[in-house]
């Protein structure tokens, strides 16, 4: 491949959003290609993950990692191929995982990226998906925190999204009854028909907390946390006792400038905590769980070959799309794993 005169557009962070982000707070630019080093690669994007992480990382206020500085490059992980390598351990062509961010080109040390295997090639978006960090966070979640048991019932929102839709396959193949919460009629009918939950319900229904409960007879063993929010609030009234709630994410939260309006329910809960007995963990899977990916892998690879697995992909093309993409994704717009396609998949 020919490098002279390319150049390398990227999207930066402009501004930090009050509130939900807007297209201002993102900017486009084109600048030189950069150069690899010694021991370095030079790496051409075709997939750029997008997650709701993201939302955090525009911001300053204290987190578990730091933000992404003004005029940065927004961070993200990559599925990449090798354009130009100066480490022994890479070719031209070489397809690997990196953490690239929104741009087209990006310089990694070998010790950034992983190699795709060869078995991955068939469907590289994967390692970003089913087979990778959602698909990794919903399993660890599900398995270690939520324990599930034959018989159990298991509620979890965004029930068509990357970590939804495998808790609920993954609780399913435990012999749980799975029931999945999601924005709008086609989400909950893929999750049905598709994902296989036993029910699946609209969160945007007026009488969405009725039908939760109906949806629950037994009650709810493991509520996994995706979203928080008004999901939340309908869930605590129904949750067993032993129960457990994996703190997974609180995406109806993360535009949130303040606490939300109303009774301060903060007591209610620690007291149901405590009179049933109820575990509720955080985890995050990049710092609790990066140990145990090999354990993932060996328990998806088999599930996602037989078909018992799968992970619906919503995949845009190109990268000056991904800021509205993302808009989208705090706004429950994506429909599957979100993914921006950047470049083409051939050298
Ligand atoms: P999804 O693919 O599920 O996309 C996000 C979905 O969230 C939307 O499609 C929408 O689904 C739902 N949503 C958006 N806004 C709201 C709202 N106000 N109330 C309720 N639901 C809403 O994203 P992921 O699967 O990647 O992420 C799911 C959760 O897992 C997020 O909270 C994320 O932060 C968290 N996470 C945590 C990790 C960890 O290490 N702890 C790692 C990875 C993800 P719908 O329209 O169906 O409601």
């Known amino acids: 491949m020919n490098q002279n005169n390319l150049t390398n557009r990227r999207i930066v962070l402009a501004s930090r959003p009050a509130g939900a982000p807007v297209p201002d707070n993102f900017r486009l630019e084109t600048t030189d290609l950069p150069e690899p080093g010694d021991r370095q690669v030079l790496l051409r994007t075709v997939y750029l993950s997008l997650d709701p992480y993201m939302r955090g990382r525009m911001s300053d206020a204290e987190s578990y990692s730091a933000p992404v500085e003004l005029d940065a490059v927004m961070g993200g992980g990559t599925v990449s191929r090798v354009v130009t390598s100066r480490h022994p351990d890479y070719r031209p062509g070489d397809w690997v995982l990196n953490y690239g961010g929104w741009q087209d080109y990006a310089v990694a040390d070998g010790k950034d990226i992983t190699k795709l295997r060869d078995d991955a090639l068939a469907h590289p978006s994967w390692a970003l998906g089913i087979l990778g960090m959602p698909g990794f966070t919903a399993y660890m979640g599900l398995m270690d925190i939520g324990q599930p048991k034959a018989g159990e019932t298991l509620v979890v929102a965004a029930a068509s ?154 995949i845009v093309d190109g990268l000056e799309q991904a800021p509205q993409a993302f808009i989208g994704l705090l706004e429950g717009k994506n429909f599957g794993k979100l993914v921006i396609r950047v470049g083409n998949d051939t050298l």
């Open 161 to 314: 999204g990357a970590v939804g839709s495998v808790v609920g396959q993954v609780a399913k193949l435990q012999g749980c009854r799975t029931v999945g919460v999601a924005g709008g009629k086609d989400k909950c009918r893929y999750a049905v028909e598709t994902l296989g939950f036993d029910v699946c319900i609209d969160r945007r229904a007026p009488d969405f907390a009725e039908q939760l409960a109906q949806a629950c007879p037994d009650g709810i063993d493991i509520y996994f946390e995706n979203v928080g929010g008004a999901v939340f609030d309908a869930v605590i009234p129904l949750l067993n006792t032993s129960a457990r709630i994996p703190l997974c994410g609180l995406i109806a939260n993360y535009n949130l400038q303040d606490l939300p309006d109303g009774k301060d329910r903060l007591p209610l809960l620690q007291s149901l905590l405590l009179r049933k007995r109820i575990r509720m963990q955080g985890y995050i899977i990049s710092l609790d769980y990066a140990h145990r990916f090999d354990e993932f892998v060996q328990a998806m690879g088999p599930w996602v070959k037989a078909g018992k697995v799968q992970m619906r992909e919503d």
